[in-house]
């Protein structure tokens, strides 16, 4: 039965799920999205968000409120009067008020396998943490960060090279076709709810530049799942002397390797970098200002040899 939706997102991730929703019948009130943030070289160019460019691709109406706490906002919220509101990487907290307006309650696609990993970046987290593997879910939202009982579940394989991008991008596909799904079950009254575990709670908090920079006394394993987490965004960096000067480089992709040597020393011709305790081989780099680039071609511009020094 087709429902009346809802739908609140803002980034890449979320618009999958908007068009899969416009695609399966059911009817938008509304879109809710994150205000145009200033953009451009110099930051004067309002750019509006990608849920919003795709709603107005799709004929929705588009909303764009700093908060939901205030109780004209709250108000024009409830009068849509929605089944379901389906929330999917949205950025602002839903009040009480919101929450209860839809009939049906609010569903919240969220990329982790709850309770692990609760909060803003539980793609990078579960890499940077070395899990094997993650999943999309969808679950009620209550009032808490994350707490709400868990209606459906698809799980995925963590490879150990996949980037957060490579995760991102199958969990954005992945998330599309569940919340769909799950709209089917509510429309026949027949979607269940299970509580959430009392163990294994942990947070994704949001990453922060302070932790992007590479340390390279920590294990291979460590390192690996460091760089590969944090890309293609922010990144990971270190510096090395290019033409005897300090340069930045982000790093982007590695895999684990064999070599013995000082943390942060390049092993051999391949970009082999020694860490706490093993090796990394980096893959692919970009210099500041630069495309990527496999490590063989920034290899033959850089001229950085076996012997010099990461930092």
Request: charged residues 20%.
């Amino acid at each position: 039965m087709p429902l009346r939706v809802i739908f609140m997102g803002t980034p890449d991730f979320s618009v999958p799920t908007l068009r899969a929703i416009a695609d399966a019948g059911h009817e938008i009130a509304a879109v809710y999205t994150q205000p145009p943030r200033a953009a451009g070289r110099r930051g004067l160019e309002l750019t509006p968000s990608p849920v919003q460019r795709e709603a107005e691709r799709l004929g929705l109406e588009v909303r764009t409120p700093t908060s939901l706490k205030g109780e004209a906002e709250q108000q024009a919220f409830v009068a849509l009067q929605a089944d379901v509101a389906v929330v999917v990487a949205y950025g602002l907290l839903l009040p009480k008020a919101v929450l209860d307006a839809p009939s049906l309650g609010c569903l919240n696609g969220h990329a982790s396998l709850l309770p692990r990993w609760r909060g803003a970046a539980p793609i990078q987290r579960a890499i940077m943490a070395g899990d094997a593997e993650t999943g999309m879910m969808v679950m009620k939202m209550e009032e808490g960060l994350d707490t709400g009982p868990v209606a459906m579940v698809e799980k995925i394989a963590i490879a150990p090279d996949m980037t957060a991008g490579e995760l991102h991008d199958r969990l954005m596909a992945q998330g599309a076709s569940l919340m769909v799904e799950a709209l089917a079950q509510l429309g026949i009254n027949c979607l269940t709810f299970t509580p959430q575990a009392a163990e294994g709670v942990t947070y994704a908090r949001k990453i922060d530049k302070s932790e992007t920079r590479v340390d390279w006394t920590r294990p291979s394993g460590e390192v690996h799942n460091h760089i590969r987490g944090l890309s293609p965004f922010p990144g990971a960096w270190c510096e090395v002397e290019i033409g005897g000067r300090m340069e930045r480089l982000k790093l982007l992709r590695s895999t684990l390797s064999d070599g013995v040597g000082e943390s942060g020393g390049i092993l051999d011709d391949r970009l082999t970098v020694a860490c706490g305790s093993g090796a990394v081989r980096l893959v692919e780099v970009q210099r500041a200002g630069g495309r990527p680039a496999a490590a063989q071609e920034f290899l033959r511009g850089a001229k950085i040899a076996k012997g010099m020094k990461l930092t």
